[in-house]
């Protein structure tokens, strides 16, 4: 290794400052920018890093693991005991099936290639079965090999430019179900192979939703790397606005659809950069665009609709930090009934940490426990769901504590 490069702190027992100025480098942050973003000073994280003050309570350990986004919280506290993946699930079980599929790299002519339209049977009903499932990655985990073949090889044998395009926009949105599998899996390399693929066969396709859709979930991919991607988050989304925004006038409610998601998504970055103008202007125009759609029109991947801004708003709120905000637009959003579970459970994550932020823990963990009620497959690998369980789970109350710590059995934190 040169003797300038970054140390691993995966290897030498370092101390707990170490350890966060080394993922904190990673990250791409200033002490300013960590600081602010915990709620504390540039010059308070100098004095952890140099190790003038001591390691900070849990409640401040996790917080400072949810910015860093570190793959497990002993990464950061250097203690092997506390083995808890934040960001980064255990690895579902049908992970190494879909992976395989993945990687497959078929030549010649062996099978029977299914028509684009079977393929897209399929694939409708693989979306309604996610949307509707409460142990969606399972069910989806058992689809998507077979479906990830099956549109290769339609697309492979296509006779003609027209039916190749369209088998094109089918295996595209085959690796957006792919990736909602894939995401907050413990591979990374996958992850990014999943959401390449997808852009290449969308751009391949050139229909306008299968380019937004892919768009829409990279620019995710980025942002869910950190403060230093968000800059490719925010050239991913406004490059691909700047195709459909033309398109518009004459645009079918899909098209429109993912483009107001992307919108929000412009918002959603802008929020985590605490810009809180831009982020509310560009909620305000995907809100717009939400207008315009069929009454009862609901995105198949996205979600994206006049039901799910309410929940979007809370979800700005929570990002910047604004915790009687994030309350009052979850009161506003919760008479809307979002038809996804796992979309609803993720919700309700979100209003839990617009309670916690507002200093109400109990409700905190109540609606946590109506986000797992929903989905369990959701809120298992959420970190901001196991951060504010492992918080609690250490509260003065004991009732809270023996709460939270019921929903930490539920979740795989602890031992039951």
Do not use: C
Request: glycine share 8%; charged share 25%.
């Amino acid at each position: 290794m040169p003797s300038d490069a970054t140390p691993d702190p995966y290897t030498d027992p370092l101390v707990f400052g170490q350890r966060l100025q080394i993922l904190r480098t990673r990250r791409g942050l200033t002490r300013d920018q960590l600081g602010g973003l915990a709620g504390r000073s540039g010059s308070w994280v100098k004095s952890v890093e140099t190790g003038r003050l001591k390691t900070p309570k849990l409640d401040v350990v996790l917080r400072l693991a949810e910015i860093l986004r570190v793959r497990d919280l002993s990464d950061l506290t250097g203690d092997q005991s506390m083995r808890v993946g934040l960001f980064t699930g255990p690895g579902h079980p049908r992970l190494p099936a879909v992976k395989a599929a993945v990687d497959a790299f078929p030549l010649g002519a062996a099978r029977e290639a299914p028509s684009a339209a079977h393929v897209r049977a399929r694939l409708d009903r693989a979306w309604s079965a996610r949307h509707g499932a409460p142990n969606h990655r399972d069910v989806i985990g058992a689809l998507l090999p077979d479906l990830i073949r099956d549109a290769r090889d339609a697309v492979r044998h296509a006779d003609t430019v027209p039916d190749r395009r369209r088998a094109q926009a089918i295996l595209a949105e085959v690796y957006s179900l792919a990736q909602f599998f894939v995401a907050y899996q413990p591979d990374a390399a996958l992850l990014w192979r999943v959401a390449e693929r997808g852009l290449v066969a969308a751009q391949e396709s050139e229909d306008p939703h299968a380019i937004g859709v892919a768009a829409w979930l990279a620019a995710q991919a980025h942002r869910d790397g950190g403060p230093a991607h968000f800059d490719a988050a925010d050239e991913v989304t406004h490059q691909t606005l700047a195709h459909l925004e033309p398109l518009l006038p004459d645009a079918s409610a899909d098209v429109l659809a993912i483009t107001g998601a992307l919108t929000f998504e412009a918002g959603y970055t802008a929020a985590r950069r605490g810009e809180t103008g831009t982020a509310w202007r560009y909620w305000d125009q995907a809100r717009e665009m939400a207008a315009r759609l069929p009454g009862g029109y609901y995105h198949p991947v996205t979600s994206f609709s006049k039901a799910i801004m309410g929940a979007h708003a809370v979800t700005v709120a929570v990002e910047l930090h604004q915790g009687g905000e994030s309350v009052r637009q979850a009161a506003a959003a919760d008479a809307v009934v979002i038809p996804s579970r796992p979309r609803r459970a993720r919700h309700r994550i979100e209003e839990a940490r617009g309670y916690q932020l507002d200093g109400q823990p109990d409700v905190a963990l109540a609606t946590l426990a109506q986000a797992h009620e929903a989905a369990p497959e959701t809120i298992k690998y959420n970190g901001y769901a196991k951060r504010i369980v492992l918080e609690e789970a250490e509260a003065k109350s004991a009732v809270r504590r023996r709460r939270a710590s019921e929903l930490a059995v539920k979740l795989g934190l602890l031992a039951a």
